[in-house]
């Protein structure tokens, strides 16, 4: 039993040492860069700033914890200082490799940095293995306007890159509710979705925008959020995208957009009312026109028998005959515009519009006349009518 039991904890402390042993980084130093003069001999206070802030920047990498390196312990030393205290009289392998040791580093970056006049700064890194004293190289141009904190990031994020050959880029995934649409970056498109998925790689790690706009045609809104990308890792992001609501000014009672019965800008209330309108005045001016017509055709019966007798209550008929004329022209003509308005309000001036295409609710539009109206008096009928041409 105590064998047994023996054997299971010599087991388990070989796993956990494999384990420790996978998980591991490899130690690296960062020398602080050593500034060199340029041409004219000058070392001014500015290229001494950018040495310091680009070292700064490089050591930050590292601490990211997305690297397989980790920074040793008290090792934010200056290149200068080391090569003196190691009498390294230049940066030869072999010397160098005795610093990093030193250091307790299997890795070792050092470099030197210069003032290009009229191009901005020339930096230039090695990074050494220790061990086996191999170099690796990297150099770049730093533009004059490009020392600030989050282009050093950048370009230091570049070199480490270059140096170590680890990919500082990662990649995102998408899932949305919507089958088709496109995938922004910053503003730029870089992709399309495909069943509701998108991968995007080669994202630089950092923090972006992420935008998804639906495809032409689908009820969803446009998506818009803050990612983070970590360098060699996949970023997910499950995005339920918002349906359309209605227009602000929307009224569903109103408009087919808004869930109504009618089209944009057509009011069903006050094409009620008009349509009510319409239809009284035409009541009223047919009414009108029979009354007219009616007393007109007896005026001359009167008139003949009121000039046989002048007694004659033909004559006090007559009278009120020739009035009622009057009256019934007049009902004729006010119904026949009540009708004329009531119509053109119902039909043609009602706000519609319609565009040029049957399914887009936006581009050029164009008033469409339904029909005119025109009331005609005969000089000699028996009232007036109206005329539709459609």
Not at 109 to 117: D, F, H, T
Request: proline share 3%; net charge positive; aromatic share 6%.
């Amino acid at each position: 039993m105590t064998r047994a039991l023996s054997s299971v904890c010599l087991a388990l402390v070989l796993i956990a040492a494999g384990a420790s042993s996978a998980l591991a980084k490899t130690k690296l130093a960062i020398l602080g860069l050593e500034v060199t003069a340029s041409s004219g001999g000058k070392i001014d206070e500015e290229v001494g700033k950018v040495a310091k802030d680009f070292t700064a920047a490089l050591r930050k990498r590292v601490d990211t914890g997305s690297t397989n390196y980790q920074l040793v312990k008290d090792g934010e030393k200056e290149l200068v200082d080391e090569k003196l205290m190691n009498s390294c009289e230049n940066e030869k392998p072999d010397c160098m490799a005795r610093i990093g040791a030193g250091l307790g580093a299997d890795v070792l970056v050092y470099g030197n940095i210069e003032r290009q006049p009229g191009k901005g700064y020339q930096v230039s890194l090695k990074l050494l293995r220790v061990n086996g004293k191999s170099i690796e190289s990297w150099s770049e141009t730093i533009n004059s306007r490009e020392t600030g904190a989050a282009d050093l990031a950048r370009i230091a994020k570049k070199g480490f890159s270059a140096l170590t050959h680890e990919n500082s880029d990662g990649w995102l995934v998408v899932k949305t509710n919507v089958d088709r649409g496109t995938v922004l970056i910053n503003g730029n498109e870089v992709g399309t979705l495909s069943s509701g998925r998108a991968r995007i790689n080669d994202l630089p790690e950092g923090r972006h925008t992420l935008a998804i706009e639906p495809a032409e045609g689908t009820k969803y809104q446009r998506h818009e959020e803050k990612i983070s990308i970590t360098a060699g890792k996949p970023t997910e992001r499950d995005i339920e995208l918002k349906e359309m609501g209605p227009p602000v000014d929307c009224d569903p009672k109103v408009s087919i957009d808004c869930g109504g019965t009618i089209g944009d800008g057509g009011k069903k209330g006050s094409n009620t009312v008009w349509k009510g309108i319409a239809i009284a005045g035409a009541v009223v001016g047919v009414a009108g026109g029979v009354w007219w017509g009616y007393n007109a055709s007896k005026i001359d019966g009167y008139e003949k028998t009121c000039g046989m007798n002048t007694a004659s209550d033909a004559c006090g008929k007559g009278d009120r005959a020739s009035t009622n004329t009057y009256i019934g022209g007049g009902a004729t003509f006010v119904g026949a515009a009540f009708m004329t308005i009531g119509l053109l309000k119902a039909f043609v001036f009602t706000g519609e519009k319609e565009s040029s295409s049957p399914t887009s609710t936006v581009g050029r539009q164009r008033s469409k006349r339904r029909f005119a109206v025109t009331p005609i008096l005969a000089p000699n009928g028996g009232g007036a009518t109206v005329r539709i041409d459609w």
